[in-house]
């Protein structure tokens, strides 16, 4: 005969083995999480980790500089100022005074300076602006949908004189028939020309690349990641009425003054 003692020991076993069956048998594993989609993970928040390079499909890989974030954006320049190539700016191998003009009013190469759209609410706020009429310029089947832009690559020049510039033509004819060194022309270009829009190009992150791409920043009209590229009507835009565009052309100008002192070109 068994004690009250013995018996709540049995009693007690039975249960406990009896509620662990139970809860082997309805316990499952949990169920295997998707991975994450690499597109809409860089369309919330692109990181550009360094060194970066943008691939543009013109001479190879620029380097890319962080310079500030402001309002929900972050802006990289995409010119190279690099001291160790004297004479050479953008896209390589370009001289400072080719990147300026030279004695030719407006034919520089100019500089490009990247924007990416961080927030949410300046990244739709571009994609509503773009959805306009005749504002992009794409290739029927062979761009990214509006709706993954995350960047834009923007192109400026030396303003080029033209109907509305700011240039002051008859002071710059009489500047030009007097004879000036190479740092002089190049500081005068810096200390009277603005500069202008040429053309904004707009893309989607290279997560939402269907194939490998080694590149840090692929970014070319005619790749798969391309939306579409904003033309500016002639004369060129001088949008410094919009302080984000004063403090980044500041910012540049400021790198190329002192990337002008180092060079010997």
Not at 14 to 21: E, I, Q
Not at 44 to 49: A, D, E, M, N, S
Not at 95 to 111: A, V
Request: hydrophobic share 35%; proline share 6%; net charge negative.
């Amino acid at each position: 005969m068994m004690s009250n003692h013995s018996h709540f020991v049995v009693v007690y076993f039975t249960f406990a083995v009896c509620f662990l069956g139970v809860g082997t048998l309805y316990t499952q594993s949990p169920l295997p999480q998707p991975a994450p989609d690499p597109c809409q993970e860089q369309i919330r928040h692109l990181t550009v980790q360094g060194p970066a390079l943008l691939e543009d499909g013109l001479v190879g890989n620029t380097p890319l500089e962080y310079l500030f974030s402001e309002d929900g954006d972050d802006i990289y320049s995409a010119t190279s100022f690099d001291v160790n190539q004297p004479g050479q700016a953008l896209h390589g191998n370009v001289t400072l005074r080719k990147l300026l003009g030279g004695s030719t009013l407006g034919g520089g190469d100019g500089m490009r300076f990247i924007v990416v759209y961080q927030d949410e609410k300046s990244r739709q706020q571009t994609i509503d602006n773009l959805r306009m009429p005749g504002i992009l310029a794409t290739v029927v089947g062979n761009h990214a949908p509006l709706e993954n832009l995350k960047f834009a690559v923007v192109h400026v020049q030396i303003d080029s004189g033209g109907p509305g510039s700011s240039v002051d033509k008859k002071k710059y004819l009489a500047w030009i028939e007097k004879s000036h060194t190479g740092k002089e022309e190049i500081d005068y270009y810096l200390d009277n020309f603005k500069w202008a829009v040429t053309d904004i190009a707009y893309f989607e992150p290279k997560g939402c690349l269907n194939y490998r791409q080694e590149s840090n920043f692929p970014a070319y009209m005619g790749m798969a990641n391309w939306i579409g590229t904003r033309y500016a009507d002639f004369p060129y835009l001088e949008p410094y009425w919009d302080p984000q565009y004063v403090r980044i052309i500041n910012t540049m100008v400021a790198k190329l003054r002192k990337f002008a002192d180092q060079t010997k070109d």
